[in-house]
């Protein structure tokens, strides 16, 4: 099975801050590699799919950046709307989500 | 509008049996692959069961393997997750989720709101 690990955690920040999290796979899943949102009691939201590409309506302060086992997350800078928890997922060989980052305000 | 709607959670015994359903409208249903994915109470995100679009390929977790079953039916655009020998540890709400391709093996990006089930003497 395909692990991944996302960092840190827990995210402390500001509006406007840059913010960046990390996801790493336990072995090579090429660019197969998306990021989602969720906010408390709602289902996630897809943000970014093959590790770069942004989804239609996602606002362009989301990147994502990365090949083979290290993939990025950027917010450019923060607006109120991204206080919430960002979760990686490969979907290399079937799907594995990372554990989990909130982005709560510092 | 596009949208899934999940039904069927509840309060179980362990041991017990439920069948989940999510109702699709706003997209062709038949041509996308379809999943099940499930969010533990204060947890992270967890891939369950996937099914193709014609219904003829079919996966599963191995927390689930042998106790669960993804099916669909394209005439009525309804997804289906019958479990069965649930565990406490099965208590989560589970999502629907539909993939951005026939097969399976995209990403998911239209979800439903979520059913619940617990699992609980």
């Known amino acids: 099975d395909i692990q991944m690990t996302q960092s840190p955690s827990t995210l402390s920040a500001s509006v406007g801050d840059r913010v960046t999290i990390t996801c790493r796979a336990s072995?090579?899943?090429?660019?197969?590699l998306a990021w989602y949102q969720q906010k408390p009691g709602k289902a996630p939201k897809l943000l970014i799919y093959?590790?770069?590409n942004l989804e239609s309506g996602v606002p362009s302060r989301f990147s994502g950046s990365g090949s083979g086992t290290e993939f990025t997350l950027t917010i450019s800078s923060l607006q109120p709307d991204d206080f919430a928890t960002y979760y990686c997922q490969q979907y290399s060989i079937y799907w594995t989500f990372g554990q989990g980052t909130k982005v709560e305000i510092k | 509008e596009v949208q899934l709607l999940e039904s069927g959670g509840g309060l179980v015994q362990p041991g017990g049996s439920l069948r989940l359903s999510c109702a699709a409208s706003g997209f062709t249903f038949s041509s996308y692959g379809m999943s099940w994915v499930r969010q533990a109470p204060g947890k992270g995100l967890e891939w369950v069961s996937a099914?193709?679009?014609?219904?003829?390929?079919?996966n599963y977790a191995d927390s689930v393997k042998g106790r669960f079953t993804i099916s669909r039916d394209n005439s009525r655009n309804t997804l289906y997750l019958h479990m069965n020998s649930l565990r406490a540890d099965d208590t989560a709400v589970y999502y629907c989720?539909?993939?951005?391709?026939?097969?399976?093996?995209?990403?998911?990006?239209?979800w439903g709101q979520g059913t619940v089930v617990t699992v609980s003497s």
């Open positions: 093959k590790a770069s």
């Open positions: 099914i193709s679009s014609s219904g003829t390929g079919t």
């Open positions: 072995q090579s899943i090429s660019s197969w």
């Open positions: 989720a539909k993939d951005t391709i026939p097969a399976t093996g995209g990403v998911f990006d239209i």
